[in-house]
């Protein structure tokens, strides 16, 4: 009996111990999550703001914690300044002509940012307002060598323009979309100081994390990208504070005329935000049944919030971190809320090149928003195609007309003729792209590639081979043979009128 006890415990020390290895290997061997990851090498901005809501500026203080991760030393740090298109002077107009008086309801009305004081590591350094249009701010540094990090404070003031835009005020709301200075991207060893267009999303940023304080009127209500920690009363109105992870930009929109709707799908909180909806609880259900169907279909959704807001916006609507703006009065709202729900998995977690490669998430966008609208029974995808292939075989027809080498290939936004084009290039063959992968895939293997897609590209800045290659992956290589004839402009729809 004695013996048999001591081998028990003999056999028990060494199931523990081997236990104990077991463990030790499994944590060593345990990978830290994409999301993780992503919060780990993002570079980190503080933003203390508030907003004097009766001349319309934003008053901040913003620190930038910037780790040098390409190959080069640098000597200078580059933002974009996207508020200072809103300039009188800027020599680009903001919004297409053709939008002219939808943005500017109340007559023409501009906008700039203003420094005060620019420090690296806590000394004043002469900045230079640069780029095309004065679009960039460039901070000289000391010498950046790889992976050493800078510290960049800067306080600044941003004039808000009376406009129907991403950055502005409006009766209803104020909106601020692309409103801080934000690093541009470092691609290929070199800062990509792409000036504002006004064609498209002229936008491109690298995730990050954020610390933002704002101070605003009381009786305002505000949405914003991340979580709200904190919020309290001052002198000066109430002070909100917010922390995101691993998100690529960071946007608020806010009024004194907001109500607000909520509901929780999984872990995160769907908000809807609005002013002059008079169906309120539909749009909420439709903002909760596409989020519902892209997280069943392409993927969990990482963030802990998602709010769509009403707005007045010249356009159907735009896409922010965990945020978007639609489009009060659209005629077709509930399709704008799907469209700017797929864009939280496309643009926000699998980012791309919104001015090289539009298509990428323009076209994935409008067509997973078919999907649902066809599964939710609100539109066949069948009509929604036939209408789209309509559009662009007449669109072709009406162009061979007067052109010779007519392009049809897909291009960069500042490329195209016109606002007209990148939406029949971008929206319209954009969807057929994806609708000819679904259709020679099948459904099963389509949805296969889209969430193959995004596990593989979460927080990066997908390219056009990233796509290609994924839905190779799971869909075999002839499948790239499509997304070649799209992107060459030989594609067959295109053709058929010819
Ligand atoms: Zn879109």
């Known amino acids: 009996m004695k013996k048999l006890e001591f081998f028990t415990k003999k056999v028990l020390c060494w199931v523990c111990l081997l236990c104990l290895v077991a463990l030790l290997f499994a944590f060593a061997g345990c990978k830290p999550s994409k999301m993780q990851q992503a919060v780990e090498s993002g570079n980190h901005y503080t933003i203390v703001a508030s907003y004097d809501n009766t001349h319309h500026i934003v008053s901040a203080t913003q620190t930038v914690t910037f780790t040098n991760r ?50 690296v590591d806590g000394t004043p350094v ?69 000036p504002y267009y006004n064609v498209g999303d002229p936008f491109v940023s690298d995730v990050a994390n954020f610390d933002v304080k704002i101070t605003l009127p009381s009786n305002f209500v505000v949405a914003s990208t991340g979580t709200m920690t904190e919020a309290s009363n001052g002198e000066a109105g109430i002070t909100y504070c917010y922390e995101a992870q691993a998100v690529r930009d960071f946007a608020l929109m806010m009024s004194p005329h907001y109500q607000k709707l909520s509901q929780m799908v999984g872990d995160t909180t769907i908000n809807y935000y609005y002013f002059a909806d008079k169906n309120p609880q539909q749009s909420l259900l439709t903002a909760v ?117 007519v392009e049809r290939n897909f291009r960069p936004i500042c490329d195209y003729k016109s606002d007209g084009e990148y939406v029949i290039m971008t929206y319209v063959k954009g969807s057929l792209l994806f609708n000819t992968l679904y259709e020679s895939l099948g459904a099963p293997k ?26 190779a992956n799971i869909g075999g290589k002839q499948v790239e043979n499509i997304f070649t004839t799209f992107a060459e402009g030989k594609e067959i729809i295109g053709e058929m009128k010819d």
């Open 70 to 119: 390409s190959e080069n030393a640098f000597e200078c740090v580059k933002f974009h300044i996207y508020a200072n298109a809103y300039r009188e002077d800027a020599v680009g107009a903001i919004v297409p002509a053709k939008y002219h008086a939808l943005a500017y309801p109340n007559g023409e009305s501009y906008g700039q940012i203003d420094f005060d004081t620019v420090k």
């Open 126 to 194: 002469a900045y230079v307002i640069e780029g095309q249009d004065m679009d960039i701010l460039s901070v000289p540094t000391k010498e950046i060598f790889p992976d050493e990090s800078v510290e960049i404070e800067m306080t600044y003031q941003i004039q808000l323009a009376n406009i129907h835009h991403r950055l502005g005020y409006t009766a209803n709301a104020v909106h601020l979309g692309n409103w801080f200075p934000i690093l541009c991207r470092v691609r290929n060893n070199t800062f990509d100081c792409t």
């Open 289 to 405: 049944e596409s989020f519902e169907y892209f997280c069943k279909n392409v993927g969990a959704y990482p963030y802990d919030t998602y709010s769509v807001c009403e707005t007045d916006f010249c356009y159907g609507g735009m896409e922010y971190p965990n945020i978007v703006m639609v489009a009060s009065k659209s005629q077709a709202y509930d399709q704008a809320i799907a469209h700017e729900t797929a864009h939280q998995w496309f643009y926000g977690v699998v980012g791309n090149d919104q001015i090289a490669n539009a298509w990428m998430d323009e076209g994935l966008a409008e067509f997973l928003t078919y999907l649902y609208l066809d599964e939710s029974g609100k539109m066949p995808l069948a009509k929604n195609i036939l209408a789209n292939t309509k559009t662009y075989t007449t669109y072709v027809d009406v162009l061979n007309h007067f052109y010779t080498d």
């Open 446 to 471: 389509f949805w296969k590639c889209i969430a193959h897609y995004y596990q593989t590209a979460q927080f990066q800045i997908a390219e056009p081979n990233t796509m290609s290659g994924c839905f």
